[in-house]
């Protein structure tokens, strides 16, 4: 007697092949998702603790020459109204326009801001802006 295995008959191939085919479609569902959620460029790679995202704007702020890297302050802006925002080319409400933290002389320079860019009907966006090496990091604190 021989000890040979039996042959695997078609069905045993159509049935591997079956679930071969259910796994890799359910492979390229979960890759298809992670590409449309986790890796979408629309969806924001960092919030921070109040849900705000980051946006890094070239824009103006007051600020003294005392004001100590490390070191912050309160300051605001004023959202832009219709006319102002035209001459700005920005939609009304922008709300990154200029920032006053001091009495200094205005600097054009980087500002990161944490905070809601557009606020149309807000009459004014409160901050708490620190200084950076090179340029400022504002996050908002409220509005009026």
């Known amino acids: 007697m021989t000890n040979a295995a039996p ?3 078609s069905s045993d191939a159509s049935g591997c092949i079956a679930g071969l085919l259910v796994l890799g479609f359910f492979a390229a569902l979960i890759y298809l998702l992670y590409i449309c959620i986790v890796d979408d460029p629309t969806v924001p790679a960092e919030l921070d603790s109040t849900g705000y995202i980051s946006h890094k704007v070239q824009g103006t702020i007051s600020a003294q020459a005392n004001w100590m890297v490390g070191e912050s302050k309160d300051c605001i802006s004023y959202p832009l109204d219709a006319e102002a925002a035209r001459a700005a080319g920005q939609e009304p409400g922008y709300a990154f326009y200029s920032v006053q933290c001091d009495d200094g002389p205005v600097h054009n320079m980087s500002i990161t801001f944490w905070g809601s860019k557009s606020q149309p009907g807000k009459v004014a966006a409160l901050w708490n802006c620190r200084r950076v090496a ?9 509005a009026l």
């Not at 090179?134 to 409220?142: H, P, R």
């Open 7 to 9: 042959a695997a008959s």
């Open 134 to 142: 090179d340029s400022f990091i504002c996050k908002q604190t409220g």
